[in-house]
């Protein structure tokens, strides 16, 4: 190594070191930092009418096992009231997108879990439903804020890569998921 690449080197160091010290938020500040999920949820079912204002998880990442029961049962097929237990990850997915939006918004939930019975006779009505959807799981909830552009939600939960995102616009919903991250 020569005595001038040495030198270029600590003078660039220096500057950048120089830099963070002056400016720490924008030297370190990333468009891409991590969102995490609140641990809060508000949501109406646009089916059942039904609200929950829940907090799922408190700031030491622990679960509060009562509001997750009742999420389940919030997120029950509407068409036969058949509970089935949400994935964790489809939850905090949910979340990670309302933070990305500002938080606190009061998420319209279109679908959450659907029952075999209910997936079948979509099917035969001649809805375009997937015969081994994640609904089916417990896995995807289709949704929509209101006060805030279908887009915008589209476009926070792509940005996320999380899992599955679905856009319907003139169905007026998203629809996220826990399983691969895929759009259409």
Request: include cysteine; charged fraction near 20%.
């Amino acid at each position: 190594m020569s005595f001038t690449t040495t030198r270029r080197s600590f003078l660039k160091t220096s500057l950048l070191a120089g830099a963070a010290l002056l400016l720490p938020e924008k030297v370190t500040a990333s468009p891409f930092r991590e969102i995490k999920p609140s641990g809060r949820l508000r949501l109406y079912n646009t089916h059942t009418y039904e609200t929950i204002h829940t907090q799922y998880r408190n700031r030491h990442g622990h679960y509060n096992f009562e509001s997750i029961r009742k999420l389940n049962w919030f997120l029950r097929c509407h068409h036969t009231n058949e509970q089935y237990p949400i994935d964790i990850r489809t939850l905090e997915y949910l979340d990670m997108v309302n933070t990305r939006l500002g938080g606190d918004n009061e998420i319209h939930v279109i679908s959450g879990y659907r029952s075999p019975e209910y997936n079948n006779y979509l099917l035969s009505t001649g809805h375009r439903v997937g015969r081994q959807s994640l609904h089916l799981e417990g896995r995807a909830i289709d949704i929509r804020i209101p006060g805030i552009d279908l887009s915008d939600v589209h476009s926070s939960a792509l940005s996320l890569q999380r899992g599955g995102v679905g856009y319907y616009p003139r169905a007026n919903f998203v629809h996220i998921d826990s399983g691969a991250f895929r759009t259409w």
